[in-house]
C-alpha cells in the first residue's frame, strides 16, 4: 500500500513524515465502470472493491456481468482500454453470453486520456486521497469506496470525467 505523496502546507524544510504501517505489497484495488445514457447523457458509476486482492480475469468477468450488465436493460458500448484482464477468457465468455447486447470497443494501447475511467481514478488518488495515510489495510478500503461514492452520487462530477476524455460523446 505505497502512499501517494502531494505537497503539503508545512513550513519550508519542515517537510513532515508520514509512517505507513501497511505490509509490503497490501493493496485495495477497484474495478470500475462509468456508464452514460444515450437518451439523458445521465452519468452511473459502478465499482467493486477488492481488498488485499489483485482483480484478474475472472472478477473483471464477474464484475461484467453482475454490475455492468446488471445496471441496465439496454444495449451497452463497452470501450475498455487494452488490459490483460479484458481481453481474458472469463471476459471473452462474458461478452459472448451477451452478444448482442454487449458491443466491445478497445481503446488504443496506450490513450488514458481517451478513457473517462481514468478521469475517476486520477480524481480518486489525487484529490480526494492524496496525501491520506491509513491506520490499515481497512482503514484504506474504507476510504476509497468513500472517495468513489462521493463520485457516484455527483451527477457534475460524473459528466466532468465524461469531458475530459476527449470522446465525441
Known sequence: MGSLRRTSLAPAGNTPLLRVRAKH??????????LRSVRSGRGQLVHETFV???????FYAEFLQERVMRATRRPVLLVQDNAPLHRGP???EVIEDFYPRLTVYQFPAYAPELNPMEQVWTWSKHHELANFVPEDLDQLAIATEYAIETAEHDQQRLQSFF???KLPW
Open 25 to 34: 505489497r497490501q493493496k485495495v484495488s477497484v474495478v470500475g465502470a462509468l
Open 52 to 58: 488485499d486482492r489483485y482483480v484478474d480475469d475472472f
Open 163 to 165: 469531458a475530459a476524455a
Open 90 to 92: 472469463c471476459t471473452q
